[in-house]
């Protein structure tokens, strides 16, 4: 029997989402909280296999409680179950971890599947969003492989960007041109995928083209 915590704001839809689940569905709701910064309390008092989760919450919403499951390293598989279609949606998602990403008018088998899939560790998508799923999933393998392709300059135009230096400060330092600065950031957001010098800086990190 798979145990099924969830963590809706919305207390009728919950109810109606666990009075699907018959004995030979395999699944139980064990738990219902409105508020993901209970989850951690229920967690400590209650077996659970798969927390189904919304996004859009008042107190804290479905991606702060992922971010406050790790902090309290806490590692159960969480499965999204949202009304959202939109790609930044999906991507926070997956970003803070969880394991499969389904809509809210999905049927009841395709809800049995996910939480199935999601209790084994795999990955699951509802259709409406396949196309959002591989273009990330396409993104980020694009990075992981062309950062190892960056030129040294290229990599040293990072580190500078890291250290808070603009354009001027990165051409004084690398006797280079300010044109030439910008047309390297240029070429390093395009090549890994980026839109913003944050996000630069945090796939930097995370692919240890510079330490911290």
């Known amino acids: 029997m798979i145990k099924v915590l969830i963590i809706d704001d919305h207390y009728l839809f919950a109810e109606g989402v666990a009075s699907l689940f018959k004995p030979e569905d395999g699944i139980k709701v064990v738990a219902h909280t409105q508020n993901g910064n209970i989850a951690p309390s229920i967690l400590e008092e209650t077996e659970v296999d798969v927390i189904l989760m919304d996004i859009d919450m008042p107190v804290i919403d479905g991606i702060e409680t992922m971010h406050l499951l790790k902090e309290k390293e806490i590692d159960i598989p969480i499965l999204m179950l949202t009304m959202h279609l939109s ?85 004084e330092t690398l006797f280079i041109s300010k044109h030439t600065v910008k047309t390297h950031r240029r070429n390093i957001m395009h090549k890994l995928n980026v839109k913003t010098s944050a996000e630069l800086i945090k796939l930097a990190i995370e692919k240890k083209i510079i330490d911290i």
């Open 87 to 171: 790609i930044q949606k999906i991507r926070d998602s997956l970003k803070s971890g969880a394991q499969g990403y389904i809509i809210k008018d999905a049927s009841k088998p395709e809800l049995i599947e996910a939480i199935k899939a999601t209790s084994e560790r795999k990955n699951y998508f509802h259709t409406k969003i396949n196309d959002q799923v591989f273009d990330y999933f396409r993104g980020r393998n694009k990075a992981n492989t062309i950062v190892d392709e960056l030129s040294s300059r290229e990599k040293e135009v990072v580190k500078c960007l890291a250290d808070g230096m603009n354009s001027n400060a990165i051409a």
